[in-house]
C-alpha cells in the first residue's frame, strides 16, 4: 500500500507540475506556404534562436505546413524556416502577447538545401499505406524493457498473461528480422523475445495485408523487428548494463565503423533470467467414465535460464551502382525447469480412485547462426534495382528431461528419461527486380527457391526398478528425417495519380514435403501443396495528412512438421497426442477498409477488419471411459473475424504525449466435421499510456493494457491486466543514461483461468504467477559518425513458417 501510495503521489505532483509550467508559455503559430502558388509546404523544420543567437528550440510543421511551439520569456526571437528544395527564410518576431499569430509563411522554390536537420520528437507510431510502424528507439521505457514487453505496445498486436502473442486477432503470423526470416523466431519465438533486449530494436513493423512480394504464409499477418543501426563514418558504439528485482543481469555493446568504401557494425548481448515460483491447479470432469470422474491436480514451478546473441552487418560499395552487402545473427538460448504436482481423481461416490505425485526437472538449449549476402545493382535511372540473394540458417537444439512418478494408487510408477537432439538446416536463393517506370507506374517481380532439411532423434528411456539401469524405449521414442522444397513466384504493379495508388499482385508457390518417422514402425508421408494467392490495395489521399485505404489478400497457413508427424507421443500416459500428414494450407480471405490522419499534434488510425476461413487448422481434444486425454489437428474449422482497431496519440506540446490503442472484434468459430464443436463470442483489448518531460533530458511513462477472454473452439481464457511505470534520465550530453521502471507494481501476483470442453468433458485450469518486477538500466554512447552501413534495398524474407504465441 506504501509503494501505491508513493507512486501515485509522485505522478500527481509530477503532472500538476509539468501543468503549472505550462502555463507560463508563450505560444507562436503560423502556416507556411509557397510564395507563388500558396499551396501548403509540408513538415517544414522551424528552428528558434534567442536574442543571442543561440537555438533553444526546432520542431517540424504538420502535414499542412502549420506550427505551433511556446517559449518562456518576452523577448525578440529569430525564426529560421528550412525545407528541401525551397529557399531559406528568416523572420525576427517581438513575443509581447499570451499568443502570437505570424499568419502565413512564404517560402521561394529554387533553392534545394544540401542538408536539414530536424530534432523534433518522434511519434511512436506512424501509419503508412501498408504498416504499422512503432518507433522503439523514441520509446524511454526501451532502456529498462525487452521486446516482448515493446509488443504490448504496438497497434494490433496482443500480448496476454502467458505471453502468447496474437496478431488481428490471430495467433498464426509471420516474424522477420529485417525484412528476413529467422528459423529461431519460427520455432520459438515466445521463449526467445523476451530475451532480445528493447535497446537493440529501431522499429517493429506490422503489416497485416502484405503485398505480393512477401510470402504468403501467415493468416494474421507480418511482425517485422528492425534492429538499431546507428551512423557511422568513423566509429560509434554503446554499452547498456541492467538487472531486475528477480536477479536478472543483462548488458549488451555495439560497435560500428567505416573506412572509405568498406563498413560494418556488430552487437552483442548477454542476459540472466530468473523467475519466481509459480502454482496452478486444474479439474476435470469425465462423463464417460464413473471410476475417474473428477480429477484435481495441484504443481507448482520455477525456471531460470540465460540467453546471448550477437549480430552484425557488412559492406562494401564496388563503385556507385554496385554494392556487396551481408549479414549475420547468432543466437545462443539455455533454460532450466523445476516442477512437481499431485494428480488426485475420485469415482461417482467422491471415492478416491487413482492417486499420483510426480517431479520433473529439465534443461533445453536452442542455439542458431544465420547468415546472407546479397548483390544489388542499381541504375542511372532512379531506384531501378536488381538484387541477388543468398541466405543460410543453421539451428541445433537439444533437450534434457527426466520424470519420476511416485507414491501411486491404481496407477503404475515409473521414472522416464527423454533425450533429444535436433538439426534444422534452411538454404534460400532469391532473385528481385524492382523498375519505377515512369511517375506514374512501378513494376516489382522475382522468384524464391526454398530448401529446408530437418532431422530429429528424440530418444526415450524407463528405468528398471529390478536392475536399476535405463532401459531404451522404442515405443516412446521417435526419429524424424523431414525435407521441405518451395517454389514461389511474384509479380506486382503500382499506379500512382496525385492523390490516389494502387497496389496489385499475385503470387503462386508450390510446396512438396516428404518425411519419415521412426518408432516401433517406419512410416513415410508425402504431401504437396499449391496456392496462387491475389493482392491489391487503394490508398486515397484525402488532403496531406489523411489518408483513406482499403485492401484484400489471401493468407495462408501451412502446416509444419509438429502437425504432420503421425507419431503417436504417449510420454505422460494421461495425455496422448499426434499429427494429421494429410493436413491442407489454410486459406483466410482478408479485408481492411482504414482513415489516418496526421498532425503535428495529433496521430489517428481507424481499420475496420475482416477475415474468413473455411478450412482453418484445430486442435481436437477428447477424452475416453480411462481418462485419457488425445489431442490431434484437422482442417474443419469454419472461422470468421470481423472488427475494429483504433490508435490515438495526441501531444499537445514537445513535453506531453498521450496514447490509447485498442481493438474490438467478433468472433465466430465451428468444426464441420459432423460434430456440434462451436464458440463465439466479443474479445477486446486495449492499452494506454502517457509521457511527461519535466526537466531537462528527463522523462516519465505511465502505461497499461487489458485484454478480454480469448475464445477458442473448445474453449476460452479469463480477462487480463498489465501496467507498468518507468523514468529516465540523461547526463553528459545525453552520452549516459539511467532508466529505472516498475511493472504491475500495484498487485504482486496474478491468476489467470482457462476452461476447455467438449462432448463429454470439462476441464478448467488456474495459473497464479508473479507480474511484478523492477529492473534498472544504465547505457553510454560513444564515438561521432554521421553515415550508415549500407545494405540491399531488397533481400530474403522467409515468412512461411509457422510461428506465434507457442514453440511448436
Known sequence: MKLKSLLLFILFVSFNLHAQNKSANYQISGQVIEATTGKDIPYVTVTIQNDSAKIIKKISSDASGKFTFTVAEKKTYSLIFTSIGYSEVTKKIDVTDTKTDLSKIKMDEGIALKEVSVSVQRPLVKVDADKITYNVESDPDSHTSNALDMLRKVPLVT????????????SNFKVLINGKSSSMMSNNFKDIIKTIPANSIKDIEVITNPSSKYDAEGVGGIINIITTKKSIAGYNGSVTAGADSRGGLNGSLYLAAKINKFGFSVRYSDSEYKNAPNSNTSERKNYLSDTYRTTNSTGSSKSSGNSSNFSGELSYEIDSLNLISSSFWGYGYTARNNSQGITNTLDINNVRSQYYESLSNGKYTYNTLSGNIDYQKTYKKPDKTFTLSYKLDNSPNTSNYETDVINTLNYSPYAQRSVRDALSREQTLQVDYYDPLSANHQLECGVKAIYRQNDSNSDTYRLNTTTNLWEYSQTKSNDLDYNQYILGAYAGYVFKLKTLTVKGGLRAEYTWNNATSKSDSVIKFSNKLQNVVPYVTFNYQVKPGRTLRASYTQRLYRPGIYYL??????????????????????????????????????????????????????????????????????????????????????????????????????????????????????????????????????????????????????????????????????????????????TNPFKRFMTQSYSMTDQNSIQNYEYKYETRNARFSLSYNFGKTNMEVKKARRGISNDDVKSGGSSN
Open 159 to 170: 500480448v496476454n498473461s502467458e505471453d502468447e502473442v496474437t496478431l488481428n486477432g490471430q
Open 565 to 742: 508427424n503421425p507419431y503417436v507421443d504417449t510420454s505422460t500416459p494421461q495425455y496422448i497426442s499426434y499429427g494429421n500428414p494429410h493436413l491442407k494450407s489454410e486459406v483466410s480471405h482478408s479485408f481492411e477498409l482504414g482513415y489516418s490522419t496526421f498532425t503535428q499534434k495529433l496521430n489517428l488510425s481507424l481499420t475496420g477488419r475482416g477475415s474468413f476461413t473455411n478450412n482453418s487448422i484445430e486442435s481436437i481434444s477428447t477424452v475416453n471411459a480411462n481418462d485419457v486425454r488425445t489431442t490431434t489437428y484437422e482442417n474443419i474449422g469454419t472461422n470468421m473475424n470481423v472488427g475494429l482497431n483504433l490508435y490515438c496519440s495526441y501531444r499537445p506540446n514537445e513535453k506531453f504525449n498521450i496514447y490509447c490503442n485498442g481493438n474490438g472484434s467478433y468472433i465466430k468459430m465451428e468444426a464441420n466435421n459432423g460434430t456440434t464443436l462451436s464458440n463465439k463470442g466479443y474479445m477486446y483489448y486495449g492499452s494506454f499510456g502517457a509521457r511527461a518531460v519535466l526537466w531537462k533530458d528527463n522523462s516519465i511513462s505511465i502505461n497499461g493494457n487489458v485484454s478480454s477472454p480469448s475464445i477458442m473452439l473448445q474453449g476460452k481464457s479469463s480477462v487480463y491486466f498489465y501496467n507498468g511505470v518507468s523514468i529516465s534520465q540523461m547526463f553528459l550530453n545525453k552520452k549516459l543514461t539511467l532508466s529505472l521502471s516498475v
